[in-house]
């Protein structure tokens, strides 16, 4: 069983930055592959960005790449995400998920365990 507990969301202009935590209980923190999705208002969840247990894998959607990087410390239970160059369209609730197995997982079942959100507001 993980717990987790997202921070770190907040309103800033177009083109600023943030960076998100997420903190994780339990002592198998670091065998998961952690994940962030989001979901703005009347849209689907969808798949921002993943990091393998070992922090050495990457996987990011699309519209994100170059301007986001997740990154973990195992030592501290927790994963980041840090949001750079941010757009109006990057607005929506960000959550942190957790699962075991590959990497390169973009699909919300996939995930096993779920935080709940942290808000992301861009705009001038």
């Known amino acids: 069983q993980v717990q987790l507990v997202e921070s770190g969301g907040g309103l800033v202009q177009p083109g600023g930055s943030l960076r998100l935590s997420c903190a994780a209980s339990?002592?198998?923190?670091?065998?998961?592959?952690m994940g962030w999705f989001r979901q703005a208002p009347g849209k689907e969840r969808e798949f921002v960005a993943a990091?393998?247990?070992?922090?050495?894998?990457?996987y990011y959607a699309d519209s994100v790449k170059g301007r986001f990087t997740i990154s973990r410390r195992n030592a501290k239970n927790t994963v980041y995400l840090q949001l750079n160059s941010l757009k109006p369209e990057d607005t929506a609730v960000y959550y942190c998920?957790?699962?075991?197995?590959?990497?390169?997982?973009?699909?919300?079942?996939?995930?096993?365990?779920w935080g709940q959100g942290t808000q992301v507001t861009v705009a001038s």
């Open positions: 998920a957790a699962r075991r197995g590959d990497v390169a997982a973009a699909l919300r079942l996939e995930y096993d365990y």
């Open positions: 339990g002592r198998t923190f670091s065998t998961y592959v």
């Open positions: 990091i393998s247990w070992s922090g050495g894998s990457t």
